[in-house]
């Protein structure tokens, strides 16, 4: 009986928790939104010119970023590209002495190797040491291949009018999403916004759950387009453009209960508890939105821009609980014991609003181009909506600024090269302005290589990411490291 209600319990806190909005990454927050927010650029000749594409053009990959833009292609073409992702993260921890418990920096930054145990005969006089090998500190290395987009594109004639229709599948949204705490307390120590907690005094005692999180979503939403762009007037045109998203993704959460922690006055001492909570589940993505854009060209320069329509995503997700209960859990006479629970399944929507991206091209000679956009993605506009709850705006302002550059060295070789922001859409836990996001750069480069009708492209980029969680009683420094390599062949007729 008593296993089957903590199983209820457990059940009712994991379904709150996961209808939460995202928030600061610091500590175990479930997964909802993760990886929505990492949209694709889609074109390695885009890509590797800092994700520009408003203004340059150029080829079938055009549907996807401005349909207008599409107008620049003058012969039927076909695209194939993939990409190869390595994304490397690391979490360093930093614990700050405390003069009423000085060995509880010591055992959760696990620096207690060669410390001798005092002659003690309390509990919480005795040097306290973990019941398990997690280690504060972390590093982690994942690759994965995928197929990254198809497009065809056809110029046609509509009576004296020029247009051109196209057609592809991209992936629109990399939903990879992983972040591992191993060191969380509850309630959190060293929390300081309201207010901090207030210290414990006399004969009073504080219970204190030591437990590491861990959560990861692999998966893609790939958008499916249809586009047309017109020339009404000379070096002038416009374009529409209609999407269809479709996507799944595996999510897995890990929560592992490492000890009970008890308060005194100047001590504290530290249980045993070995549960693991399981959830995974499957979570698949629909919606459909649709696009303006509008390019003009002349012999140095051009301008462009592209408005998305509002839209929402639905999710519909599945998830299971199983739980692990070890031998300091109480549970069956302390023996270690595991308990699935009850498959469940549900729904929520994520409605963004109108973006807007605008770009500019300077082409100061035929071998030479310079390019600029600006993304106003309106990311602290997008609510969340879990089934049977209001919406509530979860993410900050994440405008991003993208520049490129072009150096085509003769007929078949073309030299690119760029930079963008990476302006994420949670700000740190602890910082100073709370609504200031975290920040992140991305390097690209890449080659254009052309054979008669027939060419390729190959980019490459590095996202990389460092901020900081910051509380009372310690420091995260999360770092990330995200390498894409992508490679499209074409065939021009």
Known sequence: MRTLLRLLLLLLCTGLVLHQPAAAQGTGRALTLEGLDQSFTS???????????????????????????????????????????????????????????????????????????????????????????????????RSVARPFLIAAALPVDIGDMKAVVGVGFHQSV??????????????????????????????????????????????????????????????????????????????????????????????FRLDQAGDVWTVTGTSTWSGFTGSLGLHYRDTYFSVGGTVRLPFTIKREWERTLSIAYGPGSGTSGGTAVSVGGPAASGSDEISYPVTMTVGFTLTPSE???????????????????????????????????????????????SVRGGYHTAVQVFAPSGAGLIDEPARGSAYSAGVGLAFGT?????????VDLEYQDKWETNVNTNSSNRHRILLETYVRF
Not at 66 to 81: D, F, Q, V
Not at 394 to 412: K, T
Not at 454 to 462: H, M, V
Request: charged residues 20%; proline residues 5%.
């Open 367 to 413: 071998a030479l181009t310079f390019a600029a956009d600006m993304s106003l993605r309106g990311t602290k506009d997008v609510e969340y909506a879990a089934a049977g709850a209001a919406a509530v705006s979860p993410w900050l302002q994440s405008n991003l600024v993208h520049l490129g550059a072009e150096y085509r060295a003769n007929d078949w070789l």
């Open 454 to 462: 027939f060419g390729c492209d190959i980019a490459y980029e590095l």
């Open 174 to 267: 990399d939903l990879d999403h992983f972040y591992q705490n191993n060191t969380i307390l509850d309630p959190n120590l060293g929390l300081y916004r309201p207010q901090p907690l207030p210290v414990v005094t006399g004969q009073d005692s504080l219970l204190v759950r030591w437990y590491g999180y861990q959560r990861e979503r692999i998966g893609t939403i790939n958008g499916y387009t249809a586009s047309a762009s017109f020339v009404p007037l000379d070096n002038f045109s416009i374009g529409l453009s209609a999407t269809y998203y479709r996507g799944s993704s595996d999510d897995v959460e890990l929560t592992t209960t490492r000890g009970r922690m008890t308060f005194f006055y100047d001590s």
């Open 43 to 141: 074109g390695a000749r885009s890509i590797a010119m800092g994700s520009t594409g408003a203004a340059s053009g150029g080829d079938a990959t055009a549907l996807f970023v401005n349909p207008a833009a599409l107008s620049l292609l003058t012969a039927p073409e076909i695209r194939l590209g993939g990409v190869f992702t390595i994304t490397d993260s690391k979490q360093e921890q930093d614990w700050i002495p405390n003069r009423f418990y000085p060995n509880l920096s010591l055992l959760l930054e696990d620096m207690l190797a060669g410390i001798k145990e005092p002659d003690a005969t309390e509990a919480q006089d005795k040097l306290q040491r973990p019941f398990d090998d997690l280690k504060p500190d972390w590093t982690r290395s």
